[in-house]
């Protein structure tokens, strides 16, 4: 295998939304997941790290070619969704890429871009979405010789330390406006998101 799969987070809880799922959201006539999932598979293949089903978010993704990887210890955190989906990595795999599911504006052309970025800045270890300011952001792709510390990652920061120990080995990739950084983790964020799109409709 030579294609760079992506991994789609989508176990966590929406514990900011009050009551509701942010990934069931609809935006463009379906949940948002199945909008990230589409974006996703349109450059390469997408592991989707998936609460303990049952659950509403795998109806999501029906008849979508993503492998569903349920995550039975989900409410530790986002490691735990990392650590389960690694194990679907192939061994094969020259890198891999961690994607939100909670990030509208990112398109696949976005997606595309920062995969590209792999091939043309060989020498660094990390690849990682950036706004067009260079503020860090997502998606981020990790190096194949980082697997196994993505696989023992543990609690809920993310991978956000062994970023910090790849210094002089990430390379940031500029996306437009602030694709790789605005999320939607509370009613607020969404009417905002919401009331900025109806003045300008998000590219797919």
């Known amino acids: 295998m ?28 379906m949940p948002l997941l199945r909008r990230m ?11 989707v790290a998936l609460p303990p089903a049952p659950h509403p978010r795998y109806g999501a993704l029906e008849g ?18 990392l650590r389960g989906a690694m194990a679907s990595v192939p061994a ?8 939100l599911s909670d990030l509208p504006d990112l398109t696949s052309d976005d997606l595309r871009s920062v995969l590209g970025a792999v091939k043309t800045y060989p020498d660094n270890l990390v690849w990682r979405g950036a706004t ?8 981020v792709v990790f190096d194949q010789s980082l697997f196994a510390e993505l696989s ?35 009613p607020a964020d ?4 919401k009331a900025n799109r109806s003045r300008s409709r998000s590219p797919i």
Request: proline share 8%; glycine share 10%; aromatic share 2%.
């Open 152 to 186: 023992e990652l543990t609690g809920d920061s993310g991978a956000q330390s062994i970023v910090r120990h790849c210094v002089g080995k990430v390379h940031l990739h500029r996306l437009p406006a602030r694709n790789a950084l605005l999320d939607l983790d509370t």
């Open 92 to 99: 094969s795999a020259p890198a891999a890429m961690i994607l």
């Open 37 to 47: 999932a589409q974006r996703a598979l349109a450059v390469g293949p997408v592991i």
């Open 132 to 139: 067009d300011n260079g503020t860090p952001g997502h998606p």
């Open 64 to 81: 979508l070619e993503v492998q569903p990887v349920e995550i039975p210890d989900a409410r530790e955190g986002m490691n735990a969704s």
């Open 2 to 29: 030579t294609e760079i799969p992506i991994i789609l987070l989508a176990a966590g809880q929406s514990s900011r939304m009050g009551g509701t799922d942010k990934l069931m959201q609809p935006v463009d006539g």
């Open 190 to 193: 969404w009417a905002a998101w």
